[in-house]
Structure formats: C-alpha cells, structure tokens
C-alpha cells in the first residue's frame, strides 16, 4: 500500500488549498482514510477522517472550513481547505486502515498505512 499526498503550498490567511491522497494498493471507497497534520514539537493532530460508509469526521478546529472526499475514479481521497489561518501552518498527513471499525478515527495510531506528507503555510 502506497499513499501519496500532494497539493500543499504558501497561501494567504483567508485563502484556499485542496490537498489529494493517492492511494495504491487499496481502495479509499473501502477504507477509513484520514488527514492529521504536525508542527515541530508537536504530536500529529487529527484533521479529518471518512468512514467506510462515507460519513465524515472533523476537527473542531475546522469544522465548517475543510471538506474531506473521496474520489472513486482517481482513487484518492481530498481535503478542501477553506479560509485557511496561520495556526493550519503544518505538514499534513493522509493516513489509511482497512479495517471495519477503528476504535477511534482520531488516533494515529488506529491506521495503519501513512503518505510522506506535505508542507502547508498560512502567511498572516
């Protein structure tokens, strides 16, 4: 299973990103896929996820601004940035796990398949 995340880049407070998970070796439309982010220091943090079914889970921290999807006919799974902060400065991460249920979408360590990640910055 490969996961190639892309889409990452310098945008302005109040801008716009849409990053994109390419996933090889599994289907995303059959997986929990998630995106979690990381800053120096810091522990990877919970962005978004997407259930089998299709139901989505967010962060707090972006509920209403970031939308997360899953493409069937490209194979990936997306995350819409919307009115992007300073504070979304992070490399982000999509993750995968095939399992039917995951004890919790919001651990890391719950998936067990990670892209290399790419590198978002929110200027003020």
């Known amino acids: 299973v490969q996961l190639q995340a892309s889409g990452g880049g310098l945008v302005q407070t109040g801008g716009s990103l849409r990053l994109s998970c390419a996933a090889s070796g599994l289907r995303p439309s059959n997986s929990v896929m998630g995106w979690f982010r990381q800053t120096p220091g810091k522990e990877r943090e919970f962005v978004a996820a997407v259930w089998r079914s299709g139901a989505p889970h967010y962060a707090t921290s972006v509920k209403g601004r970031f939308t997360i999807s899953r493409d069937k006919a490209r194979n990936t799974v997306d995350l819409q940035m919307n009115s992007l902060k300073p504070e979304d400065t992070a490399v982000y991460y999509c993750?995968?796990?095939?399992?039917?249920?995951?004890?919790?979408?919001?651990?890391?360590?719950?998936?067990?398949?990670w892209g290399q990640g790419t590198q978002v910055t929110v200027s003020s």
């Open positions: 993750a995968a796990d095939s399992r039917l249920i995951l004890s919790s979408i919001a651990t890391p360590s719950e998936y067990d398949y």
